[in-house]
């Protein structure tokens, strides 16, 4: 079974700091991919980035970075030198390319980040 | 490119009463999922249809949900009757293939009083 693990339900930080969002995931099949999808508050879900199951080389993309690592069955989202605009909720999800279920997301319950200007 | 649309935004209806969501995915876009997420819990899955077929509908909570996606464009979510622990915020994706992103709409909120 697919299972997506976000710990961390609650996150405030002060503007300029960075902050690292968990997300440890389950699964027994070799071949899935990894999201992040971000909610402000206006209510829609935003795409962040993908990963698939191969490719476990780190990814930044401007003040965000992603660090996947297998080992530990973790993607973990640092946002470095944080803005008020990067309140959000921030979902981690799983999907596998195999089986019945191909393309179903399994997310986590989400991280709410709070920027404090 | 216009993204994905659902309406309505909001709906607020009584127990037992009958609500059609709908979602316009991207133009092309041939898998379409509906998920659902009540509050304080995860988002989660409902089903997914390729054009017009239902790929997996395991998801769906019981027989008082219907999708359907006549035509292989948009798709509608009927929920009949309603009961209190429908309420939640459903959301409509769409993606090309079924591996890659899937891109969101901004959701219906459902409210059952």
């Known amino acids: 079974a697919q299972k997506v693990t976000q710990a961390q339900t609650e996150i405030s930080v002060v503007e300029k700091e960075d902050v690292t969002l968990d997300c440890v995931y389950e699964t027994r099949d070799t071949t899935y991919y990894l999201f992040w999808y971000k909610q402000p508050p206006s209510g829609e879900l935003v795409f962040l980035i993908r990963?698939?199951?191969?490719?476990?080389q780190n990814e930044i993309s401007g003040r965000y970075s992603w660090n996947f690592q297998k080992s530990t069955s973790s993607f973990n989202f640092t946002i470095t030198a944080s803005q008020v605009v990067d309140s959000a909720v921030y979902f981690c999800a799983l999907s596998s390319e195999e089986g019945s279920t191909l393309g179903r997301l399994y997310f986590g319950r989400g991280t709410q980040l709070t920027v404090w200007p | 490119e216009a993204g994905v649309t659902q309406f309505p935004s909001h709906s607020v209806i009584e127990k037992g009463q009958t609500v059609t969501l709908r979602c316009d995915p991207i133009?092309?876009?041939?898998?379409l999922y509906w998920y659902r997420r009540v509050m304080g819990k995860e988002i989660k899955f409902l089903l997914h249809f390729v054009k017009e077929s239902k790929q997996d509908e395991s998801g769906m909570p019981n027989n008082r949900f219907l999708a359907e996606r006549t035509g292989g464009t948009y798709s509608t979510l009927k929920v009949q009757p309603a009961e209190l622990e429908d309420s939640g915020v459903y959301f409509c994706?769409?993606?090309?293939?079924?591996?890659?992103?899937?891109?969101f709409g901004d959701g219906t909120r459902l409210s059952i009083l």
């Open positions: 994706a769409s993606s090309q293939g079924p591996i890659q992103p899937q891109h």
């Open positions: 990963r698939n199951s191969f490719d476990e």
């Open positions: 133009s092309g876009h041939d898998n």
